[in-house]
């Protein structure tokens, strides 16, 4: 196929790049870099057998096609040395200076992009990630030159390195071409690239124009020599040429638009060249008026510029021997633009700008072109629109892109940390994961990552796991529900011995008083936890094994009958025996609801309120209302089920159960003297337990005594504060 592959010597560049940069500063800088370069890759051969040298100065002269500015040129020659010869950074600056670093720097860094082939990484991502990463325009346009040649020489490659470098062109970098404006360029890639990737289908294509070359070029010449006799007659300055379409658009609007070989080319294509605006529209006045206009072919992208700053006027007509020809008419400006695109907007101008300037034009010119975007919609070509904008909301706005150390990109949503970075590479990782380094340096695991991060994690078989704090910075819910996923299973894990122990436990106790052993299975012990408010047999048995339920007051429950709690008398069980057995006389409830006189109504046994507090009902599956104290944790979550209540003081005085707990400093006859002060404040005490601390220095006594409202349960307390030795009193809720 043919190939631009003009053998280019540093002369042949030099006197391009002298056609508009002439300062003897900015050549010695670009005889510098190549020098340079040449020194450093002295050793290295291309795959064609060239000295690598020619690879940079082919990037370079596709560079000064653009008339980019010296600095741009000569980052175009130095690309590869930071990469391929090891040329450190500071080495680099000393002997040039940071902003070429930066250029070289962000060509290496694109270069390093791996675009594999996963589904959920469309092309349209690729594009969208590779502008996202460099922030500098220029960084993409020598990215782009240097694919440009190195597809040029794709023929040296392999076969399957041939198909994936085009197939990645294809997707990748010849829609940013386009994007940018940069047709020749953008045309040059897809042909090269369609001829590695459908060789069979290029050159059915390329015969069939070849075959049609002739007859076609009869009749744009004859059309040209006729609009010329036109033109001429008004003195208006043109240039004409006729021009034919690259082969891949060809092919292109075959597969899209369902069109026959025959139809798309049957269209005669002219381009007229003129001075200015108004010479445009006076061009198109006259051809309209000489030759037949199809209607609705008329496009002003003139004062409508398409979203690529394209500019030109589009119309169709029909000579008087029936053929039909697209014509474009437009400056020499508009056409630059249409070949070159955004480069040609800030065409290198010597003295004019110094390089912040040239930069700063470069970033108007960007945000021009979203503003052209924004207000131009209904452009005809799909694929045009909405490019800018798009990238700003979704790219630069809602996600962040990050790489791992070998190259591969993840996207995630604004605000991510190393840990959703972790987890969205692999489950595993994310579980063993246990530092990260952001590009190089060591940060915390929830440092927010941000675009161009190269993120490298620390990983150990020896890890924990995740800790519920990270559900504290985790942005993805895909990282959150993995960590509570390990969370949940963990617990689970570390559950299974306390319930099997408080099954155990419950067993051995059901056997040391001579209970049926019916009570362990779950249909049965379920009016037993319900009373707990506990739904499940296993949490019921977890409750008892960690001992969170005394199992002497289940059994309580369970025997119906009040037993005193003696189980675990540490200090001083001598007084045992003298606990009595005191029935609890709560006869009617003294509970009033409203609206329901014959409701069954009972206390709770976790909070057990005592007349005078503050209460409600809570309606439970076919045991009535249980009345609550309003800030019994046990209820508060269920506001659905909840009703008022009151208490009916009305009603026989009652004696409420309540449970106290006590933490004192361990001496002789404590517990003789709680008791004695409970006899004393008339509170009968109907249960104990008392145990001595880990510490072995402070011991916590529950008692359950019986009060008759709320004014007593104080006095109870303020008492119980005075024995010798106390710490706290206060009253409990299970
Ligand atoms: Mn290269």
Redesign the pocket.
């Known amino acids: 196929m043919a190939q631009k592959l003009i053998d280019i010597d540093f002369n042949t560049l030099l006197k391009e790049i002298k056609k508009y940069i002439k300062q003897p500063q900015n050549l010695a800088l670009i005889k510098k870099a190549y020098f340079f370069a040449e020194e450093k890759h002295q050793e290295q051969m291309r795959k064609s057998g060239e000295p690598y040298i020619s690879?940079?100065i082919q990037?370079a002269y596709a560079l000064a096609e653009l008339r980019v500015g010296p600095k741009t040129i000569a980052a175009g020659l130095l690309?590869?040395v930071v990469e391929d010869c090891g040329v450190t950074k500071e080495d680099f600056i000393a002997e040039f200076d940071e902003e070429i670093y930066r250029l070289v720097e962000g060509?290496t860094k694109i270069?390093n992009i791996e675009f594999k082939d996963e589904k959920e990484y469309l092309a349209a991502n690729h594009r969208k990630i590779l502008i996202a990463m460099a922030k500098d325009i220029r960084v993409i346009i020598i990215k782009l030159c240097?694919r440009l040649?190195?597809m040029r020489t794709l023929k040296f490659m392999s076969d399957d390195k041939q198909i994936k470098i085009a197939q990645e062109t294809l997707d990748v970098y010849a829609p940013i071409a386009h994007r940018l404006g940069m047709s020749e360029i953008k045309n040059e890639l897809e042909d090269l690239s369609f001829y590695y990737i459908n060789r069979e289908k290029y050159y059915e294509i390329a015969r069939q124009v070849e075959l049609r070359r002739t007859q076609r070029d009869e009749q744009v010449n004859h059309m040209i020599d006729e609009i010329k006799a036109l033109l001429s007659e008004q003195g208006i300055h043109f240039k004409i040429f006729g021009r034919s379409k690259h082969l891949y658009s060809i092919y292109y609007k075959m597969l899209t638009k369902h069109k026959k070989f025959e139809e798309i080319l049957d269209l005669l294509a002219i381009r007229i060249i003129t001075d200015t605006d108004l010479n445009c529209y006076e061009v198109l006045g006259y051809i309209h008026a000489n030759f037949v206009p199809i209607p609705g072919r008329l496009k002003d992208y003139i004062a409508m510029p398409k979203s690529n700053m394209y500019q030109s006027l589009h119309t169709t007509i029909m000579n008087k021997q029936g053929n039909i020809f697209e014509v474009q008419i437009r400056t020499q400006h508009m056409d630059d633009i249409a070949e070159r695109g955004v480069a040609a907007h800030w065409l290198y101008k010597e003295g004019k700008y110094n390089a912040e300037q040239e930069q700063k034009e470069i970033e108007e010119k960007l945000s021009l072109f979203r503003d052209i975007v924004s207000i131009n919609e209904d452009d005809d070509e799909g694929d045009d629109q909405v490019f800018m904008d798009t990238l700003q909301r979704d790219f630069f706005d809602t996600n962040v892109y990050v790489m791992s150390p070998k190259g591969r990109v993840i996207d995630l949503p604004n605000g991510s940390t190393p840990i959703d970075f972790a987890y969205r590479i692999h489950t595993e990782i994310g579980h063993s994961t246990v530092g990260a380094t952001i590009n190089g340096a060591l940060v915390p695991l929830n440092t927010v990552l941000k675009t161009g991060d190269v993120v490298n994690l620390r990983t150990s078989k020896q890890a924990v796991g995740p800790s519920e704090d990270w559900l504290k910075f985790v942005k993805t819910s895909h990282a959150r529900n993995k960590i509570r996923g390990f969370l949940a299973r963990k617990e689970m894990e570390n559950r299974t011995p306390t319930i099997e122990k408080g099954v155990q436990m419950f067993k051995d106790e059901l056997t040391r008083r001579s209970l049926d052993h019916e009570w362990l299975t779950n249909k049965k012990l379920e009016q037993i936890y319900s009373q707990y408010n506990i739904r499940e047999y296993d949490d019921f048995m977890y409750a008892i094994g960690n001992k969170s339920i005394p199992l002497s007051n289940v059994m309580e429950k369970i025997s119906k009958r009040r037993v005193s709690l003696l189980s675990t008398l540490n200090i001083n069980n001598i007084f045992s025996s003298k606990v009595g057995l005191q029935k609890k006389s709560i006869s009617k409830s003294g509970i009033k609801v409203a609206g329901a006189d014959s409701i069954m109504i009972s206390l709770a046994g976790c909070c057990s309120p005592v007349l005078g507090d503050d209460i409600v009902g809570f309606i439970t599956k076919g045991h009535g209302v249980k009345v609550h104290r309003k800030d019994c944790p046990n209820v508060k979550k269920e506001k659905s089920r909840l009703i008022d209540v009151e208490w009916d003081y009305g009603q026989v005085s009652n004696l409420y159960e309540v449970i106290i707990h006590i933490e004192s400093n361990d001496r002789n006859f404590l517990l003789n003297d709680i008791i004695t002060v409970l006899s004393q404040v008339k509170a009968q005490m109907v249960g104990v337990n008392s145990q001595l601390n880990e510490d072995k220095i402070t011991v916590s006594t529950n008692i359950r005594v019986l009060v008759n409202d709320t004014e007593h349960l104080r006095n109870v307390i303020a008492n119980l504060k005075k024995v010798e030795g106390t710490l706290r009193v206060e009253r409990i809720i299970q």
């Open positions: 690879h940079l990037v690309h590869d060509v270069g240097d040649h190195n």
